[in-house]
């Protein structure tokens, strides 16, 4: 190994040995690519844990992303929509088997689909009413229009599992799908193996066998990619990724993801009640700061929700900026002074909140500090507690919630809206926003979901970013940059920003 140091390698070794069950195993120089992630499952059904199997390339839905936040034919070759807007049919692909070599069929598709209907979370709130087969067509009816629908279907919880993946009580027991690559074993929700399977209807893995492990811990997978235990290596911290990148056996890659950092605002407290209030403290945070010192990337500083490489990015927005002499206007307009403390003051009570953040994402409690930090300067007291992701919902749920900061994904479909209408509008994901409502926001929502023609999407789309840029009823903070590292022996490598592509898509070993 390169970097120098007793501890460093020892720990390297510890590590690799307490997340990787048999180190030398995964380690050993045979054939098979492995593909290290941070993100461990919570079993075999796809409804919790399809992410995995989805960007391993062994599950498939019936359209995929397209790289660009559309989408393209996958299991299904075509769809078509009724006159009326109501009925979706999509086409099954002829001469697509699954990997128990059943042939895949409209029957089985609207199973697994129907599967997920009752059980998922994916289509609550969404106008779909029935999912059914006819001849060989899967036909979806919704209860109004509903124009995103191949979107929704192109998330891993939306892959067409075979009939025998699922028991007589219709839970998921194994995972039997379609793609280039079947599931040969897995070890507890942290190793997946992995086998090229010759019955694919497209272009087959070239790489025989392939390796998913979740290593949570973020400099284990940077030591890694730098010792080649690992082939794609994604989601590393941005020093890793710098020090990586003078590797010469390593290739490092950055995209900008459809992610934010953000901060929920709970506006039932009278610091965030007014619309102005959380402008101002929006004003305070210095965005290009922070993204330089902590991401080391400057262009991942905020200055809207989304960054400009997504559709729902609006450029004629007034961008988000960092103007704390503005910021002071506004409190003092509004009645916060200064006390003998410098904490700013009203009616007696002090302008103070907490920050709840997690590790998971380990920069989001460093973030907190620099805010917490900037919004001091202003005189704002800030108190930072660190706990599980989950605490930030079921305090948002109790109402205990003062403010949460987050990495919020809008990409759980190409299309954001799945995520923008569980943030701002009901019924209302508890990662969204926090006692703010606009029926107008909600209105343009309901118009999007409907909408007929791309100019009428685009309309709805505008109006609801310029809602939240006004309103702030969640503050960016910074977008997010997927660190990536894959070793010089490959090639072809593509991957998704949208992470709903296969990793190992079209990946070879070098000749």
Known sequence: MKRSGVVVFLLSLFLCAFYIEGASEVCAADDRLVVVTAWETQGLDPLLSGFAFLRMGSVEPLVRSDRKGGVEPCLAEKWSLSDDRLTWKFDIRPNVLF????????????????????????????????????????????????????????????????????????????????????????????????????????????????????????ETRAMMAESGEGHIVIDLPAESAQYLAKDTDVIVVSHILPRVRSMILNAKLPVFADAELRRAVSLCIDRKGIAEAIHKDVTLAATQLLADFSPWHDKNLSPLEYNPEKAKEIFLASGWKPNKSGVLEKDGKEFAFEILTYTARPDLPVVAQAIQQQLANLGIKVSIAIDNSSVIASRHNDGTLESALLGRNYSSIPDPIGNIAADFSEPRDPMGAMNWRSEKAESLIKSYMGASNPQDAAKARSGIMAILQEELPVVPVSWYANQSAFSKNLENVNLDPYELRPYPEGVRWKK
Not at 126 to 144: C, F
Not at 192 to 200: L, M, P, Q, T
């Open 99 to 218: 990997h128990d070599g059943a042939p895949l069929t409209a029957a089985a598709a609207a199973q697994s689909l129907n599967r997920t209907l009752s059980k998922g979370a994916i289509f609550k709130g969404t106008p779909v009413k029935t999912i059914e087969s006819d001849g060989n067509s899967v036909v979806i009816k919704t209860s109004s229009p509903f124009a995103p629908l191949p979107w929704y279907l192109a998330t891993y919880s939306t892959v067409v599992l075979a009939p025998s993946s699922f028991d007589k009580n219709n839970e998921c027991v194994s995972v039997v799908g379609t793609g280039f690559y079947k599931l040969s074993s897995s070890e507890g929700n942290t190793v997946f193996d992995f086998e090229a399977f010759d019955g694919y209807w497209g272009e087959k893995a070239t790489i025989e066998k392939a390796r998913y492990l979740a290593v949570p811990n973020p």
